[in-house]
Every structure is written in structure tokens, then in C-alpha cells.
């Protein structure tokens, strides 16, 4: 019976190691996929203790055999991993010129893109205080932020807005925090601002909210500590386009620079070539937030995409993208840099080919850890 359990959990496992090189075929197997992907060193372990025991039985070599292969593919995305890293400094210096990332006593900068020994320990940070203030109201209901800052920090700081994802429906300011008070230990201060939803509120409201928030940062700095001049915006998948829209049609000198981690760049594009329906409608999603498709509403399609928006006086553009992606597909990051390769403007595409939709939950993950190395080294550059 033993042998018999051994061999059942051999072959779980063996099914969630092969998507770290097949795309997700449904919505939970995407879900698996990031556990597979960023925390695959962890269960490569486990594959390793079933080899230990048994392994001489008739089941015990099937066991074997299943635990090995997963074992292999399991730290694939660490091997990847530094194949991305190895180049990743140079490309950033290209990119944006030198960067020295900001430090603080007990909270100095990740010294490389990728190490082995951060991914089983937690990031030193001193105390980050959080604080939730209104930034505007909206048919009497006030709409809030949380404002991150290191505890008796500097005077005044650059300010990182963190736009959370969540199709433009869901998700909250709450949402994936490390890299908030990561940021703020090391001397910046960090907003992130919750945003009206679609259906109920479509397309232009997010943004009229994200615009809202940075309006009333700029006109509260003083208070804040913020320093008003030097402003990144960052979003995540739907908060990445918000964050990328902003940044493109503002004109606000203060915005220094602007992140898209897996963000999409062109509904338009987006609706004709939507992901798979089993994992994802993005169908139905575009037409909740924009309120119809792209024959009834057109303008909208157009007004929404960042894509459309790049020009001469874009602000410099860090993409995170990973490639087998299945809710935004990474031709979006692509064209993105497309275009403002054509337009001159700087700017960095980050590909990681192992990586999926939400690969950096995982703080310290493969993918955590390259996305906070090159964000980290980006705002400083651009606030310098």
C-alpha cells in the first residue's frame, strides 16, 4: 500500500513539473504553475525523498523514475533563471544608464538578480509603518490608498504607485505587499491605490482614479514626504495597463518612469487574439471593462490601449513578461517594445521563458527575484 501511495504522489508530481515547460491547459493548472514554476526548487525536495526509501521495489523503480524526471524539470526555471540573470546587469546599464540602488541600515539592495540562498530566507527589511488615507470620492463613496514608509525615514523621498491587477474587477491595494514594503525599507515611499471596478464602472473610471491618486500625492507631498518631482508608476496586469496609460497620456514631467509586469498594451489586439478560454475569458473580461466590443465601441478599444500613446516624450518603460503567459499573452510586452523602439524612448524587455501570469507572488521565487532586482535598479536609476 505504501508503494502503491509512493508511486500516486510520484505522478502528481511529475504532472505538476511538466508545467514548467507546457502552458497551462486550465485555470487551476495555471494556479499550479506558479507553485511549480517559482517554488520548484522546494518540490524538487520532495522528489528527492521519494527516490530515498523503497527504491529497490518493483513500484519503487517506477517511482524513481517519475521522481527523477520531475526532480530535473522542477529547477529548470532556476537554471533559466541565471541564464537571464548573467546578462541582466549589462542590459539594465545599457537600457538606462548606471544605477545605483538605494540601501538603508538593515536593508540593502539584492547584490545579484538571482541567488539560491534568498530563495530560502526572508528579505531584511526594517519597520515599514502603512497608512490608509482618501484620495477621492466618488459618488459619496470614498476611494483609498495605503501609503508605505520606512519608520523615521527621510524628510522627503521618490514615490513608487503600485497599481494592483485583478482583470480591471477585482483584486485589492492589499494585493502582493512584499514588494511595497520591500521599496519602502529602502528609503522610497510607496502608494497603492484601489480603484473603481467594471462591470459597474468601465473604461475610463480606473483611470480617471489612477489619475485622481497621483493628483492628490502631487498636491499633499509636502505632507507625505513625497518628493513630487521623482514618481514611478508600477502596475501588475490590469494595474499595469492603468499604470502604462497614465504614464503615456499625463504629460507629467514628475513621472520619471513607468513598470509593466505582464500588463496588456492593446485591447484591440487583445479581443482578436483572446487567451484560452478554459484558463481564461478574456473575451468577456475586455467587453466588461470596455463595455462592448470593438465594433460598438471603438474609441474606447483605442483610448484604452498604452500602445496607442507612445511618442517622443514617453517615459522610460520597464516590461516583465513571462512567456508562456496565458492570460496576457507576451506578444503584448513585445509590441510594446516594439513601438517604443520605434519611438527612441528608453526602455528594457524583460522575457523569462519559464515564467506564467503572476509568476512573482513568490517574493523570492526565480522570477520575485529578478523582477525586484530590475524594478529596484530601474527607479533608482530613473529617479537619480
Not at 504532472?15 to 494556479?31: C, D, I, M, Q, R
Not at 539594465?92 to 530566507?121: C, D, H, K, W, Y
Not at 499595469?240 to 507629467?252: G, H, P
Not at 513607468?258 to 487567451?275: A, C, I, M, N
Amino acid at each position: 500500500m505504501i508503494g502503491v501511495i509512493r508511486v500516486v504522489l510520484a505522478i502528481v508530481l511529475f504532472l505538476l513539473a511538466l508545467l514548467t515547460v507546457f502552458p497551462a491547459p486550465t485555470y487551476w493548472a495555471w494556479e499550479a504553475s506558479v507553485v511549480a514554476n517559482e517554488w520548484g526548487h522546494l518540490l524538487a525536495i520532495i522528489a528527492v525523498l521519494m527516490i530515498l526509501p523503497g527504491w529497490h521495489e518493483g513500484s519503487g523503480k517506477v517511482t524513481v523514475a517519475l521522481a527523477v524526471l520531475s526532480m530535473l524539470l522542477l529547477v529548470s526555471p532556476l537554471a533559466r533563471s541565471h541564464a537571464i540573470a548573467r546578462n541582466l546587469p549589462a542590459r539594465m546599464i545599457e537600457a538606462f544608464g548606471n544605477q545605483e540602488p538605494r540601501s538603508a541600515a538593515g536593508a540593502a539592495a539584492l547584490a545579484t538578480p538571482v541567488s539560491i540562498g534568498t530563495l530560502f530566507r526572508k528579505s531584511p527589511s526594517p519597520d515599514v509603518q502603512k497608512t490608509t488615507m482618501t484620495y477621492v470620492v466618488r459618488d459619496g463613496v470614498p476611494i483609498v490608498l495605503d501609503l508605505y514608509r520606512r519608520t523615521n525615514g527621510a524628510t522627503t523621498a521618490p514615490l513608487v504607485i503600485a497599481v494592483h491587477g485583478g482583470s480591471w474587477r477585482t483584486g485589492t491595494r492589499a494585493d502582493l505587499p512584499a514588494l511595497n514594503s520591500y521599496l519602502a525599507a529602502r528609503g522610497y515611499v510607496v502608494a497603492s491605490p484601489e480603484y473603481r471596478f467594471a462591470p459597474a464602472s468601465p473604461h475610463p473610471a480606473a483611470s480617471e482614479d489612477l489619475d485622481a491618486a497621483i493628483s492628490f500625492l502631487e498636491s499633499n507631498a509636502g505632507r507625505l514626504g513625497i518628493d513630487s518631482t521623482r514618481i514611478v508608476l508600477l502596475g501588475r496586469s490590469a494595474g499595469a495597463q492603468l499604470a502604462l496609460l497614465s504614464a503615456y497620456t499625463r504629460k507629467d514631467q514628475n513621472i520619471r518612469g513607468v513598470v509593466s509586469l505582464y500588463g496588456p498594451t492593446d485591447q484591440k489586439w487583445g479581443w482578436e487574439h483572446p487567451s484560452n478560454p478554459r484558463v481564461y475569458n478574456s473575451t468577456i473580461t475586455l467587453e466588461q471593462f470596455l463595455n462592448g466590443d470593438p465594433s460598438t465601441q471603438p474609441g474606447a478599444y483605442r483610448t484604452s490601449s498604452p500602445l496607442n500613446f507612445v511618442g517622443a516624450d514617453s517615459p522610460p518603460t520597464l516590461m516583465i513578461h513571462g512567456a508562456v503567459d496565458p492570460l496576457v499573452s507576451v506578444r503584448q510586452s513585445e509590441r510594446l517594445d516594439s513601438a517604443l523602439a520605434a519611438a527612441h524612448r528608453p526602455h528594457l524587455f524583460i522575457e523569462l521563458p519559464w515564467a506564467t501570469h503572476g509568476c512573482d507572488y513568490v517574493f523570492n521565487g526565480p522570477c520575485g527575484q529578478i523582477s525586484t532586482y530590475a524594478i529596484e535598479r530601474f527607479i533608482a536609476g530613473v529617479t537619480r
